[in-house]
């Protein structure tokens, strides 16, 4: 089993932490109820983001622990390539998006983010959500979190920022939810009698919960150092406050709840193909 391979660079803010997956289980379409939430899709920057997490998702064949299982890496290429499309991912997002919100009036939220202040947030957590991908400027940041004092405003601000949405917790929380879900998927293809148990697999994966809360964590302060350099305390400020107030509080819950949903769906749909091209090119035994 690949170790948090749904993790580091994918792990976001609270704007990017939902981001994204494909839901290719359900094959869902969007409702009507997913049009009000398409002003907040558009307001948040996730068409772009989106573009960044599938490529991301398609480099990801150098992270997985190939060896010499006899399996062509055309044929990795190829089934990321499938998962890990913009179009499918982003509509997966709107109708998960649209679900975690119903009920919600979106207006204030999206009002919030078409202020300069919004625009300049979205911005500048696009920008740093690119530059962590490479890992020379996700050192420097993490470099850059390391240097500022516990007790400096902007280090108090960041820790702030980082409760109120309680962004390691729930990113952790996801993290073992999407990896028990590639084990399920990897199970789907093999010998029901060899996999192991539900107890098992749980057991294993919380046996690395604080190698992944240490590493979500790291990521996390980092991210949010390099993100929000640009803004003054002043507008950092301004910012938690929203994360603090009931629109804020709901935005979280829906871009957690969301990604919780479509990434486990990938997840899954990772696991199985894993699986099967083990079967298909060299018959090993899952």
Known sequence: MPKHLSLLKIVL???????????LARGAKAEPTAQPVDALIEALRMPEIVDVLANEGRAMI???DRDDDGIPRSAWVN???????SDVMLEAFRVEMAKALDGVDVAPIVTFFETDLGRTIAQVELDARIAMGDEGMEDVAAQAWAELPADSPRALLIED????????????VGAMNADYAYMIGLGQTGDAEAM???????????SYEPEVRADVSEWIYSYSTLAYESLSDDEFA???AFSKSAEGSKLNYALFATFDAVYSDLSRALGAGTGQLMQVFSGQEL
């Open 161 to 172: 920022y980082v409760a109120a949405n309680d962004l390691v917790e729930m990113n952790v």
């Open 196 to 206: 192991p148990s539900d107890e098992d697999i749980l057991r294993e994966i919380w």
């Open 238 to 240: 301004q910012y938690i």
């Open 13 to 23: 803010s609270v704007l990017m932490a939902a981001l994204l997956a494909v839901s």
């Open 62 to 64: 150098d992270d997985l």
């Open 79 to 85: 089934m990321l390539a499938d998962l890990y499309r």
